[in-house]
């Protein structure tokens, strides 16, 4: 039954188009694989055998009017999080899914790496360096996301 609900939410993600301003990054899960050879010396930097890489794409809105600003922080209010895994971050996987996924003229904010520049032909690219020590404030709604999918990790892990 688990297999027909995974089955049937798939679906439904890809027919959601991410609206107004997005932000879209790259992220890496652990993921264990049987088949493996054990003898084959694993990579230890990012994008190893033993991850997996995620294409994030998370919509984000103006509160409105309901915003409290001492309950929450900034005016923005995340809409859809689509998640894809992707076979690398290079630049032609990373286009082909986000154009599939995001509406022309969205304004899409990534880091600064080559794989997100063909986005301009599209969208609004606003991109930046973020230091690391500083992405959980400049990227709650990343941060947010990848802290949510590990919870959920844990408890369905038996």
Known sequence: MIHKLRSAMGLWDDEIYIKGRNRTGGMFFETVSITRDKSEPLKRVRGSQRQTTVLVSVES???GESHDPKKHGKKKKVGYIKMKAVESLKKECITQKVTKSVEKNTKIEADRSTSYMD?????EMESKVIPK?????????????????????LICTP
């Open 61 to 63: 809105r103006d509160a």
């Open 119 to 123: 986005l301009e032909k599209d969208s």
């Open 133 to 153: 020590k500083d992405a959980v404030k400049v990227l709650p709604m990343g941060a947010y996301c990848y802290k949510q999918c590990h919870k959920v990790v």
